[in-house]
């Protein structure tokens, strides 16, 4: 007999790969349209069967894994399309496959079953009962698939294009490694401190000491690192950093702002963590403060 988690891990697997299939015809119908049109209309597509599978068991959080999965596939997928791609092209490949794994299996690992929904879409549910279908359709699934599309353009781009890596381009391969680094870390302290402490505390150990949020960091550096990628063979594309602002926006006015909240009220202390961290930078305040007063 399978038990939650597994029949969990079941559901959402069938609803991402008949998910893709829409997407995959979608695209295929597009196409002539020009290849950033085609993929955009079958992210939105694909969404609106994910979103609708959540709205069947009510549980938006059938949502998350696409954050992290979406890129990857759809990367791969018109990487293969195009049958060839340059070495700058195959360098982001190699960081977004590195970055979408390492998230993936940080949601896989958190994913207890499709009866849990995530607090924040609780808190929604409850705050805004009669607006909450339009704020699961909008807030929660239409509007991070807009972010996450057009973070992922430089990648498209690049696949698209045939542009030779030069040495900032592995410059921001490296700035990409740095951010799935500081995710795999901070992550990793935080479900080990969790295992061995009380709700109630606040974890200050490793990079949590010096940044309230490194994940949030990792995860923002890491779409700027894709940007910078395609920037070092085109400057003119620096329109594209767009993709990359919209997702530092989303983390430093709405998630962590909320999560901020969440925490004064749950975890003891967290006040005064708060006045001794940074938001996001995982170094050392005494750092920022010592460059300040000397300038």
């Given at each position: 007999?399978?038990?939650?988690?597994?029949?969990?891990?079941?559901?959402?697997?069938?609803?991402?790969?008949?998910?893709?299939?829409?997407?995959?015809?979608?695209?295929?119908?597009?196409?002539?349209?020009?290849?950033?049109?085609?993929?955009?209309?079958?992210?939105?597509?694909?969404?609106?069967?994910i979103?609708?599978?959540?709205?069947?068991?009510?549980?938006?959080?059938?949502?998350?894994?696409?954050?992290?999965?979406?890129?990857?596939?759809?990367?791969i997928?018109?990487?293969?399309?195009?049958?060839?791609?340059?070495?700058?092209?195959?360098?982001?490949?190699?960081?977004?496959?590195?970055?979408?794994?390492?998230?993936?299996?940080?949601?896989?690992?958190?994913?207890?079953?499709?009866?849990?929904?995530?607090?924040?879409?609780?808190?929604?549910?409850?705050?805004?009962?009669?607006?909450?279908?339009l704020?699961?359709?909008?807030?929660?699934?239409?509007?991070?698939?807009?972010?996450?599309?057009?973070?992922?353009?430089?990648?498209?781009?690049?696949?698209?294009?045939?542009?030779?890596?030069?040495?900032?381009?592995?410059?921001?391969?490296?700035?990409?490694l740095a951010?799935?680094?500081?995710?795999?870390v901070?992550?990793?302290?935080?479900?080990?401190?969790?295992?061995?402490?009380?709700?109630?505390?606040?974890?200050?150990?490793?990079?949590?000491?010096?940044?309230?949020?490194?994940?949030?960091?990792?995860?923002?550096?890491?779409?700027?690192?894709?940007?910078?990628?395609?920037?070092?063979?085109?400057?003119?594309?620096?329109?594209?950093?767009?993709?990359?602002?919209?997702?530092?926006?989303?983390?430093?006015?709405?998630?962590?702002?909320?999560?901020e909240?969440r925490?004064?009220?749950?975890?003891?202390?967290?006040?005064?963590?708060?006045?001794?961290?940074?938001?996001?930078?995982?170094?050392?305040?005494?750092?920022?403060?010592?460059?300040?007063?000397?300038?």
């Amino acid at each position: 007999m399978m038990n939650d988690r597994s029949k969990g891990f079941a559901y959402i697997a069938v609803v991402y790969v008949v998910a893709l299939l829409a997407g995959s015809f979608i695209y295929r119908n597009c196409i002539s349209l020009g290849y950033l049109i085609a993929i955009a209309a079958a992210d939105f597509g694909a969404t609106v069967i994910i979103w609708a599978s959540g709205v069947m068991i009510r549980n938006s959080s059938v949502y998350d894994p696409y954050w992290s999965v979406a890129p990857f596939v759809v990367l791969i997928l018109f990487s293969c399309d195009r049958g060839s791609v340059s070495s700058a092209g195959m360098i982001m490949l190699v960081a977004v496959t590195l970055w979408s794994f390492r998230l993936t299996a940080n949601w896989a690992y958190t994913f207890q079953s499709i009866k849990y929904q995530d607090w924040r879409y609780d808190k929604y549910r409850n705050d805004f009962p009669k607006l909450w279908p339009l704020v699961n359709f909008f807030g929660i699934n239409f509007m991070p698939t807009v972010i996450v599309y057009f973070a992922m353009v430089p990648g498209l781009i690049l696949v698209n294009g045939d542009h030779a890596a030069g040495p900032v381009t592995y410059l921001a391969f490296l700035i990409c490694l740095a951010a799935v680094m500081i995710q795999f870390v901070s992550d990793s302290k935080l479900h080990r401190f969790r295992k061995v402490s009380s709700n109630s505390e606040v974890c200050c150990e490793g990079l949590w000491r010096y940044s309230r949020h490194p994940n949030y960091f990792g995860e923002i550096l890491m779409w700027w690192g894709v940007f910078l990628m395609l920037l070092s063979v085109d400057r003119s594309m620096w329109v594209t950093g767009a993709g990359a602002l919209m997702n530092t926006l989303l983390f430093v006015f709405i998630s962590i702002p909320l999560m901020e909240k969440r925490q004064l009220l749950n975890k003891k202390g967290y006040d005064e963590y708060m006045l001794r961290t940074n938001k996001l930078i995982p170094l050392s305040r005494e750092l920022f403060t010592r460059g300040i007063n000397e300038h």
